[in-house]
């Protein structure tokens, strides 16, 4: 009996690695079917699959870019696409008080301003302390292209508004905490880059305790406004609630409605924000939002799923090393029917809505519940063969 039962167990394990292969081998034959490429040189982007994309962009009023974080052809790619069509809004992976502050700073500053700005306060910025993605903002700001934000504040970002606060608020105690925030901050995270079992200031009871205090005070309505995204920040990033993030970032979307529901917008997110559908978390994120939003004024929105094959993708903290990408590894092994029809350097681009209708038909059966998602979730997939790590800005 017992051998009956290996036996078994080995033939279904077979027959599931064996109908797993015959779906991906599915999978992959539409896929060429619906495969365009395009090259980069220096400058810019040819091809047939770029023509494609700029085609579908241009009758898009909300393009939406869900991207793999950390490398340096994405925020090229971007910044292509933005040189073709002209945006009202750019709605980004940072808070809106952040997103103030980058717009205000390029604009008013001057450039050698601006440059000691970022070598003080860069490492605040989140993925826009990398020299191509700040250059991406300045492209869009010139182009007066609204920066707008929907996420909570960075983890160490709160030094970043605390100055500003500090500068701003009338009442003489808040100048005093804001200040304190501020140093407190930059303290704490320099303490965390030489050992990361040291906190985040943000985390810490004192920053607890001061923005309590904060709140006792009598403030502006935006300072007051500020200090509950504050609150609430420390507690998201506390608790881990992912749910209570993707909250807030489709509240602060839809509080911004008026100036953006109407307009030509351009979104650039993690691939997990940014599907129609269900999310690769499994939740209905900000991209299944505009999705709906769209849809509700009998217009549709285009997706892009964008990342890199191989390569190497930069740390979040200047001085850490790059990671390098493994094709087999992490959600990245979801698309290896995608991955087989990549060859040379030219940059490939899947057109999804045929695959999609296969999966919907019944023509195609995807157990990988995460594959599902992307098919359903994005028009276009765009894989580049090889990415570099983004790079810091050099002192």
Not at 319 to 341: C, M
Request: net charge positive.
């Amino acid at each position: 009996m017992i051998k009956k039962i290996i036996v078994l167990a080995i033939f279904n394990c077979l027959f599931h690695v064996s109908n797993t292969s015959a779906q991906d081998s599915l999978i992959t034959t539409l896929a060429k079917k619906n495969q365009t490429s395009f090259a980069k040189d220096a400058s810019q982007l040819k091809g047939l699959g770029w023509d494609k994309i700029i085609e579908k962009a241009k009758k898009s009023s909300n393009v939406l870019i869900g991207e793999d974080h950390f490398t340096d052809e994405i925020p090229f790619f971007v910044s292509k696409i933005a040189e073709q069509i002209k945006f009202d809004n750019f709605f980004c992976e940072i808070d809106p008080v952040t997103a103030h502050i980058f717009e205000q700073k390029i604009k008013t500053l001057s450039a050698e301003a601006l440059k000691k700005y970022t070598s003080d306060y860069g490492n605040t910025f989140s993925f826009y302390a990398f020299e191509s993605e700040f250059d991406l903002l300045k492209q869009l700001v010139n182009g007066k292209t609204n920066l707008r934000g929907t996420d909570q504040i960075l983890l160490v970002a709160d030094r970043l508004i605390c100055n500003e606060l500090m500068q701003s608020t009338r009442n003489k105690r808040a100048k005093e905490i804001y200040e304190s925030i501020r140093d407190q901050s930059k303290t704490h995270f320099s303490a965390f880059l030489k050992d990361q079992k040291n906190p985040f200031y943000l985390l810490t009871e004192d920053f607890e305790k001061k923005v309590n205090e904060l709140s006792t005070l009598k403030l502006s309505s935006e300072e007051q406004k500020i200090i509950a995204a504050l609150k609430l920040t420390a507690k998201i990033y506390k608790t881990q609630d992912h749910h209570l993030r993707i909250q807030l970032m489709k509240n602060q979307l839809m509080a911004d409605y008026n100036n953006w529901a109407s307009r030509k917008n351009l979104y650039k997110y993690g691939a997990n924000h940014a599907a129609k559908g269900e999310s690769l978390l499994e939740i209905y994120d900000i991209g299944n939002l505009v999705n709906n939003v769209a849809d509700s004024q009998f217009t549709n929105s285009l997706h892009i799923m964008i990342i890199g094959m191989s390569g190497f993708q930069a740390s979040p903290f200047q001085g850490f090393p790059a990671s390098k990408i493994d094709e087999n590894e992490g959600s990245l092994k979801t698309l290896k029917p995608f991955f087989k029809l990549v060859n040379g350097s030219d940059w490939q681009c899947f057109d999804m809505a045929p695959i999609k209708k296969a999966l919907e038909s019944g023509k195609i059966k995807v157990t990988d519940i995460k594959l599902s998602r992307i098919i359903k979730g994005f028009d276009f997939l765009v894989i580049i063969p090889e990415v570099t790590a983004s790079q810091f800005p050099k002192s």
